[in-house]
């Protein structure tokens, strides 16, 4: 299964962001979706999933409120918008896909099978 994550790059603080993951070829409707960020010498954190009924959300506290996941099953991919970035935003982002997660399990790394190669964003202050 490939997860194609696009759309990371350099910005400046207060700038806005979207990254895009596609799976081509695969049918992510019951699948859980989510994005996970790892910053240089520090371990990958979870950002924010969505479970695979697309009715329930999750994000970390440190982007709620500043970051929307999103997805299109149709197109089979997800988004994060990424709005007001700040450079402790800085970091690898990758997305990730699991079709056996349970509700409980969407902040845990540890549950999704599939994992993208990783979109780069920095934020400059």
């Known amino acids: 299964v490939q997860l194609q994550a696009s759309g990371g790059g350099l910005v400046q603080a207060g700038s806005s962001l979207r990254l895009s993951c596609a799976v081509p070829?695969?049918?992510?409707?019951?699948?859980?979706m989510a994005w996970f960020r790892q910053a240089v010498g520090k371990e990958r954190e979870f950002v924010a999933s969505i479970f695979r009924n697309g009715g329930t959300i999750r994000y970390a506290d440190s982007v709620k409120g500043r970051f929307t996941m999103s997805r299109d099953n149709v197109k089979a991919a997800v988004y994060l918008q990424m709005n007001s970035l700040k450079p402790e935003d800085t970091a690898i982002y990758y997305c990730?896909?699991?079709?056996?997660?349970?509700?409980?399990?969407?902040?845990?790394?540890?549950?999704?099978?599939?994992w993208g190669q990783g979109t780069q964003v920095t934020v400059s202050s």
């Open positions: 070829g695969r049918t992510i409707s019951n699948w859980s």
């Open positions: 990730a896909a699991g079709p056996r997660i349970i509700l409980s399990s969407l902040r845990n790394s540890r549950a999704y099978d599939y």
